[in-house]
Structures are given as C-alpha cells and as structure tokens.
C-alpha cells in the first residue's frame, strides 16, 4: 500500500508594494525679531518690618500650622514616644 502524496501548498500571492515614503516637511525660515533690551530694576524693593503680632500670625498660617508641638501635655507624660 503507498502513501498519498502530501496536499500541495497553494502559492503566496506578491507582497503589496510598499508606500513611498511622505516627503520631508519644508518650514519657511522664520525671521527672529531683535532682542529687546530690559532695564534693570534701579530701585531696591525693601521689604517692610513685621510687628511681632503680624510674625506670630504668620507662622500660624502655612505648613508651620501641620506641626505638632512637643510640648503638650505639660510635664507629664505625653503619648509621644520621644524621650526627654
């Protein structure tokens, strides 16, 4: 008894042609304007003295206001493991 032959392998069509690749974008040279000339501040800017009230104030506000102060509670023990 003979083997079949083996099923033949239909043929694979041509590979589609590739496209061409786009052409490179061309930009138009852009005229960059002249540089401007900044005048220098002449003046100092001081800044006015804070009263004390207005500094107390002002570190109750901001991040000063998420810390927590160690010491409360007085001189007993505080529920903070910190030794003294």
Avoid: D, F, H
């Amino acid at each position: 008894m003979c083997m079949p032959s083996p099923p033949k392998m239909p043929e694979m069509p041509p590979p589609a042609p590739t496209a061409p690749p786009p052409a490179p974008m061309i930009e138009p040279q852009k005229v960059t304007p002249p540089p401007e000339i900044v005048k220098p501040e002449t003046e100092a800017k001081v800044k006015k003295r804070k009263s004390s009230r207005q500094q107390q104030q002002q570190a109750q506000r901001g991040t000063a206001a998420l810390r927590i102060p160690l010491n409360t509670g007085g001189p007993s023990k505080s529920g903070l493991n910190i030794p003294k």
